[in-house]
Every structure is written in C-alpha cells, then in structure tokens.
C-alpha cells in the first residue's frame, strides 16, 4: 500500500506541531509505522492522501455514530454558519439540545456544555469537591477521563493508598488526593472507604471501560459502587464521554439501570464538533456558577455550530433500534475473526455493546488492567499493521475500543471479518 503522501507530510509536521500529531495515540507509537493523513470521510469509509480507502473501526474515537459525513448534520452546520458562528451569548440553540440530552439521560436535571470531555470531567471533580467540601477522589486503574490533573494519577504502591502523578508536570501533593484502585474490585472500594470515607468527594469510572480495551464491569461490582456512595454521601461520576448514546441511547446508566450523580458526556453529543457536557441532579449543579459558587466557564461553550451538530445528531438516535443492529452487524465480524482464530490456534475473547465493541489476543476476556496487560499486546501491533495493509482502519493502540456506525451493515462487517482471517493467516507464526 502507498502511504508516501502521509509519511512526507508527518515528517514536515513534526517540525511543527508537538509529535507531528494533536492527539498523540494519533502519532501510530504503540502499533509502529508512519501515522495515516487523511482528507476525507463518507459513510463508514476513510480516505487518506494517497488515495486509499479504508472501512473505519475509529469512527473519530466515537462520535461518528452515524457515519462520516451525515447529511443531516452537515446541512445544520451549513445552516446555522450562514447565520452566525459565535456569539458569546446564550441562544435557543442550547437549550434544545439540553432538552434532547435529558429525555435521552433522566439522570441529568440540570447540565451546563463544555468543550471537550476533558473539561466535563475537571467540571464534575471540582463540583463535587466543592459541594462536598471533600478532597478525595476514587478513580480507577486502566480509566481514562482527559487530561485532568488530578485524574491522570498512578495507583500507589498498595491497593487503597494515594495516588502517584501519572505525568511530569503533576505535583505529588495534588496526586496524593486520587485514590487508583483495581476494577471490577469490590474489596479495594469497601477498603478505601473504610479508611477515607469522610474525605471521599467522588468516585468517577468508565462505567464501562474503553480505555484500556472494552472492559465490561461485573454488574454486582457497579451496584455495588452505587449503594457505597450514597451510603457515604459520595458522589458518583459516570464519565460516559465514550459510552454515552454509543453502547445504548441513554449510555451504560440505561443499560445497567444504574443512575449516577453526576455524568459527563462528549464525542458523540457533538456530532463531529468540540463539545462535551456535565450534569446530573439539579441540587448539585445549582452549585456551578453564576447560581453556585463553584466557578467553570468557556469563550466557546455551547458554540451554536457545534451545538447545531449535536443536535442534528440526536434527533436521529429516536429509533433506538440502531444500537441492537450496530451489535449485531459487529458480531458478524467477531465472532467470523474468532472462529478464524480458533482455527489458526490464535487466542482471541471479545466483547460488544451496541456500536462499540473490543477484542485481545488472550483465551480469557481480562477483567482489569493488570490482566489486560498479560493479553498478546506485540500480536495487536502486528495484526493492526495487517489489517491496515489490506485497507481496515483499526485504532492505533490495543487500549482503545473499536467504534461502528450505522452504515457500517452486516456485509461489510463479515467482509472484514474475511480481511482479518486473512490477516491472521499471515501473522499466525509470529503469535
Ligand atoms: P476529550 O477531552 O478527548 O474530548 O475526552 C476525554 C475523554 C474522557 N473520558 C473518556 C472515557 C474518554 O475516552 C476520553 C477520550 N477518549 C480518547 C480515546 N480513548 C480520545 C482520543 C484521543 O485522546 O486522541
């Protein structure tokens, strides 16, 4: 496969822009090889500067849950551009779409539009810290929520003990208020509230993790979490800036039938644009200011082109039937590439939810992070370079999800579960 016009042009970026890349899971250092430049998207395709074309399994990280370029949503982006971009000022916009995320989220009261999910979860750790007048904050090993400071922390050398700064540029003292524990482990939670309880602010997870691979939760383990909450007038974060309107309409908290305090939302609320969102009872977020005395505030927050976007893209989640077909239509292609695998005497396990779904080079679908680490990390690299050459876009790291879209339909799907037989044929002695 050609791929000059990419590599020319990351070579130049590097000069340039931080790693040559603006996100750096962008940059291909945990696959190998020369990160793709692409310059445009349709459907469920890609297509990048030397002409290639590729079935996308990235979706922009999540958002694009209807597709590359919806004509619904580029007609609203069109539309409302022709009228203004930024106003700095409150518009009926907003409001709308905060009407399409609550019906779609009871949970949420009351939400307040951010920029990116990073900002979402930083709101939702300083509201609850303000409103509890607590320090702590429970996190867990292998979630990923932005690059918050205080979220981007290392568990400590025991279970239930402070966290350490998972990046330079963190001081120890802020890290030491994150507590890291293990998921999917009720043990550690019921330790660290035993020896935190009156200093826990909030608990935040991925109630179903994407980021570290799709790691589903024990369903105990969540209620579980629930109950220790209220119990302790702890407040729970669901960040579903992945999973919301992504493994079901309503996110993981429809599914599970689990209800948090707090939710923070991105990627797909934004149709494709920045946008992220925070909210949850309204007892709690009448605390964020002007009304509360917890400051957040953003130039671009509820930006109504981007808002116009996400609107546009809601409104056609009303047929929540999308989600069982999406499953369906990826189950095609897991279940092909693992009787594939079976065959070749490759250990594969996978999980799906909805448009969402991951997979690892192990026997056993691991359960948290420690056991994610034990799965064939080096053969993902290898089949991700496979697949690439044979025109599959996978994402460029085994500790991320897979993302499908409505156009992505059952024959494309088995067609890429062909590709990735192929693909392991290939590889099959290097496991
Ligand atoms: P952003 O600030 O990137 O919009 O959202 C941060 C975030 C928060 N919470 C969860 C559960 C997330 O998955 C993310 C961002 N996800 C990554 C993909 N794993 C975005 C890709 C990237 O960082 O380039």
């Not at 069109?78 to 409001?95: D, V």
């Not at 069982?324 to 939810?353: C, Q």
């Amino acid at each position: 496969m050609k791929t000059k016009n990419s590599q020319d042009l990351f070579e130049k970026s590097k000069n340039h822009i931080a790693g040559g890349v603006n996100s750096p899971v962008r940059a291909f250092k945990s696959v190998g090889g020369s990160p793709i430049f692409f310059k445009k998207s349709r459907g469920c395709y890609l297509y990048d500067e030397d002409g290639n074309k590729y079935l996308d399994f990235v979706g922009s990280w999540g958002p694009m849950v209807l597709g590359h370029s919806n004509k619904n949503i580029i007609n609203a982006i069109k539309n409302q551009a022709s009228k203004g971009i930024s106003f700095g000022a409150p518009t009926k916009n907003e409001l709308e779409i905060a009407k399409i995320i609550k019906s779609y989220l009871p949970s949420i009261e009351k939400l307040r539009m951010v920029n990116s999910g990073t900002e979402a979860t930083m709101s939702c750790v300083r509201l609850a810290r303000g409103t509890t007048s607590r320090k702590k904050i429970i996190k867990f090993v292998g979630c990923y929520h932005g690059h918050v400071d205080s979220l981007l922390v290392k568990a400590g050398s025991g279970l239930a003990t402070l966290g350490v700064p998972d990046s330079p540029g963190i001081p120890e003292e802020l890290s030491e208020l994150t507590i890291s524990l293990p998921y999917n482990d009720i043990k550690s939670l019921d330790e660290a509230f035993a020896k935190f309880s009156d200093d826990i602010a909030a608990v935040i997870i991925e109630p179903i993790a994407g980021n570290m691979g799709f790691i589903e939760p024990e369903i105990e383990f969540l209620q579980h979490l629930r109950k220790v909450c209220t119990d302790n007038k702890t407040i729970l974060i669901f960040d579903e800036v992945m999973t919301g309107f992504r493994v079901a309409r309503g996110g993981v908290q429809e599914l599970f039938d689990i209800n948090p305090d707090l939710t923070a939302l991105g990627k797909i609320v934004g149709g494709g644009l920045p946008v992220g969102v925070y909210g949850g009872k309204a007892e709690i977020m009448n605390n964020i200011s002007p009304d509360g005395p917890v400051y957040q505030a953003g130039t671009l927050s509820g930006n109504p082109i981007a808002v116009s976007a996400g609107t546009a893209l809601l409104k056609q989640l009303s047929d929540k039937g999308i989600y069982s077909e999406m499953e369906n239509n990826a189950k095609k292609f897991l279940e092909y590439t693992k009787k594939a695998a079976d065959r070749l005497g490759i250990p594969f396990s996978y999980n799906v939810r909805g448009g969402m779904f991951g997979f690892f080079f192990s026997e056993e679908l691991p359960q948290n992070f420690d056991e994610v680490q034990k799965t064939n990390i080096d053969f993902f690299s290898k089949f991700f370079r496979k697949m690439l050459e044979k025109n599959i876009y996978l994402p460029p790291s085994a500790y991320e999800s897979c993302f499908i879209s409505t156009q992505h339909d059952a024959e494309k799907m088995l067609k890429a579960g062909k590709i990735a037989e192929l693909s392991l044929e290939e590889i099959k002695n290097e496991i």
